[in-house]
């Protein structure tokens, strides 16, 4: 069984740190497995480990509107997150969980078990680590990897401004092939259910098994 971590709102750059230390701290000393909620209360950009932030964001934006660009350790694209996004980390024994080395299958694995708890009409997995309605995403992910352990991290939107990743992210260079050329607002909406189902669903699915 997993510990259960509900962070209240805090500033997205101990949010940012606290994932990268509870990973380390399962890596070096073998400490619980977690699952960790948290939302921030103002909009934040936070970009992969190796991201060149120039060619994902629009720093000059972010600058004016006072918005901060982060680092995190795992890979993928830019996101943008803040109010109406919900954030859910899972930091996974690896040892106690051998079917999560393999990549491409531990996305698949952790996704569909997600996305059944969460049990929205219409929703499937799209691309690598996507849940999508249709073809409209609602939830990504990323992932780091260590000896031991898995940090897999990922956003849902329930009432998320969609207007702030146009105004915010560049249109990324890599795109999964079901986005269809479509830019950032054509292509992403809000889960049809609210913060308190979305946690419930994913405890229930970590946390009770």
């Given at each position: 069984?997993?510990r ?11 949010d ?34 190796l ?24 890979g ?19 040892d ?10 531990s ?21 690598l ?13 990323a ?15 329930y ?5 702030w ?25 809000n ?19």
């Amino acid at each position: 069984m997993l510990r259960l971590i509900d962070s209240p709102p805090a500033d997205p750059n101990e949010d940012v740190a606290l994932d990268a230390a509870l990973f380390r701290a399962l890596e070096a000393e073998g400490s619980p497995e977690t699952l960790r909620f948290w939302e921030c209360r103002r909009p934040a950009v936070i970009v992969g480990a190796l991201a060149a932030i120039s060619r994902q964001v629009h720093e000059q934006t972010c600058l004016a509107d006072n918005v901060p660009v982060l680092r995190r350790i795992s890979g993928g694209g830019a996101v943008i997150v803040g109010p109406g996004c919900l954030n859910y980390s899972l930091v996974l024994s690896l040892d106690a969980r051998p079917e999560l080395r393999q990549i491409e299958r531990s996305y698949r694995l952790i996704m569909s078990r997600i996305a059944a708890a969460l049990d929205i009409p219409g929703l499937s997995i799209c691309g690598l680590g996507d849940l999508a309605i249709g073809e409209l995403k609602i939830a990504g992910c990323a992932q780091r990897r260590g000896r031991r352990t898995l940090l897999h991290h990922g956003t849902v939107l329930y009432d998320f401004d969609l207007h702030w990743m146009e105004r915010y992210l560049k249109e990324p260079e890599r795109r999964p092939a079901y986005r269809a050329g479509r830019r950032h607002t054509a292509f992403v909406t809000n889960a049809p259910v609210g913060p308190e189902a979305i946690r419930e669903a994913i405890a229930r699915a970590w946390c009770h098994n």
